[in-house]
């Protein structure tokens, strides 16, 4: 399976952005698919997910309520991004897996190159 990221930028809060990741080769074993991000000196923390069929959700506390990821009929997934915050500044990483659901970034198997966000105050 192979991811490919887009969408980052500069923006001010307040500012919206959106993510996508496409996915191609073998997208018949993906079963949820999500979006990571790393800020400088922190490890890789979990933001949102989505299951192949497109529901259900899951959140990150921080981002609930103002991001939303959702899944096209191609495959291709994406983040939406209201609200933003310099606290949401990071790079950006879609990745996918074949088993269930987890917030942990080390048992996600398959990872696209990472969309870098910043958010200026």
């Known amino acids: 399976v192979q991811l490919q990221a887009s969408g980052g930028g500069l923006v001010q809060a307040g500012a919206s952005l959106r993510l996508s990741c496409t996915t191609t080769?073998?997208?018949?074993?993906?079963?949820?698919m999500g979006w990571f991000r790393q800020a400088p000196g922190k490890e890789r923390a979990f933001v949102a997910a989505?299951?192949?069929?497109?529901?259900?959700t899951y959140y990150a506390n921080s981002v609930r309520g103002r991001f939303t990821i959702s899944r096209d009929s191609t495959g291709t997934f994406s983040l939406q991004m209201n609200s933003l915050e310099p606290e949401d500044t990071a790079t950006y990483y879609c990745?996918?897996?074949?088993?269930?659901?987890?917030?942990?970034?080390?048992?996600?198997?398959?990872w696209g190159q990472g969309t870098l966000v910043t958010v200026s105050s």
């Open positions: 080769g073998r997208t018949d074993i993906v079963t949820t």
């Open positions: 989505v299951r192949w069929r497109g529901s259900p």
């Open positions: 990745a996918a897996d074949s088993r269930d659901y987890s917030r942990i970034w080390g048992e996600w198997n398959y």
